[in-house]
């Protein structure tokens, strides 16, 4: 990571976001970490100081618009530029399925998985194009990439445009410097599984991805020179339920 980066990551406060934030960490780089609860984005901030690195927190829900625009001013307003954007916020519902999921969960799932990462690149583009330098990150998966029945309509559609969007934004914006990365990890350990019917073992859990994981994976774009864009990573377990098959395992439609 080069020096005097101002770093931007939504989902900050657990899991991936967390992770990259203290992967990141050093003492010319500052990190805003945004997420819904602000006791673990606090938590997240003092980890990255004990990392001698320097962070701050703002409270934000990504599918609020208004929110996250001013956030985005306050940023760039303290900091003048924001460098990078890693769009690590996510969620999913427990009835998911086709014959479960209501009308307000698959537009929350959309709302917080696709349009929040819209909303937070709509609001750092103006800036990176004027810099003619910046680095965006959306965090898909494995359901975007590879359609499964686990994970749900609204939770794979929403991943799989988000392919898309960053694609269309390496299409538009390389002329302007800009790069961008989706990355689409298998199985990871973290908090998002609890939404699960049928949540998987703290055996198969040790042996999924890891936070940390992804947060290597996310620093290797980011440490690569603004010439150098890696469009997409594609990353699993090497124990990987979704080739072992889940029928076997148990929990195939036991949502």
């Known amino acids: 990571m080069q020096a005097n980066k101002v770093?931007?990551?939504?989902?900050?406060?657990?899991?991936?976001?967390?992770?990259?934030?203290?992967?990141?960490?050093?003492?010319?780089?500052?990190?805003?970490?945004?997420?819904?609860?602000?006791?673990?984005?606090?938590?997240?901030?003092?980890?990255?100081?004990?990392?001698?690195?320097n962070a701050e927190a703002q409270v934000l829900d990504v599918s609020d618009r208004g929110r996250v625009r001013d956030v985005a001013q306050s940023v760039l307003a303290r900091h003048g530029r924001v460098d990078v954007l890693i769009n690590s916020a996510g969620t999913n519902v427990p009835k998911r399925a086709w014959n479960s999921v209501t009308m307000e969960d698959f537009h929350r799932v959309v709302d917080v998985n696709l349009n929040g990462a819209f909303n937070c690149i709509s609001t750092v583009l103006p800036g990176m194009r004027a810099q003619r330098s910046g680095t965006i990150i959306n965090v898909s998966s494995w359901a975007g990439f590879y359609l499964t029945r686990l994970t749900g309509p609204a939770y794979s559609a929403s991943k799989r445009a988000m392919i898309a969007m960053t694609e269309s934004l390496n299409m538009e914006e390389c002329a302007n410097g800009i790069r961008a990365c989706v990355i689409s990890p298998g199985e990871v350990a973290t908090e998002i599984l609890q939404t699960r019917a049928a949540q998987p073992s703290e055996e198969d859990m040790q042996r999924m991805l890891q936070a940390e994981d992804l947060a290597q994976s996310i620093k290797l774009v980011c440490d690569l020179p603004q010439r150098a864009a890696i469009h997409q990573i594609v990353i699993a377990p090497t124990w990987n339920r979704m080739y072992l098959g889940f029928k076997e395992l148990g929990i195939l439609g036991s949502r």
Do not use: C, F, N, Y
């Open 7 to 53: 770093i931007w990551i939504t989902g900050g406060g657990t899991g991936i976001g967390k992770a990259t934030a203290l992967a990141m960490a050093g003492p010319s780089v500052h990190i805003i970490v945004s997420g819904r609860r602000q006791s673990e984005l606090d938590k997240a901030v003092e980890a990255v100081r004990a990392a001698k690195g």
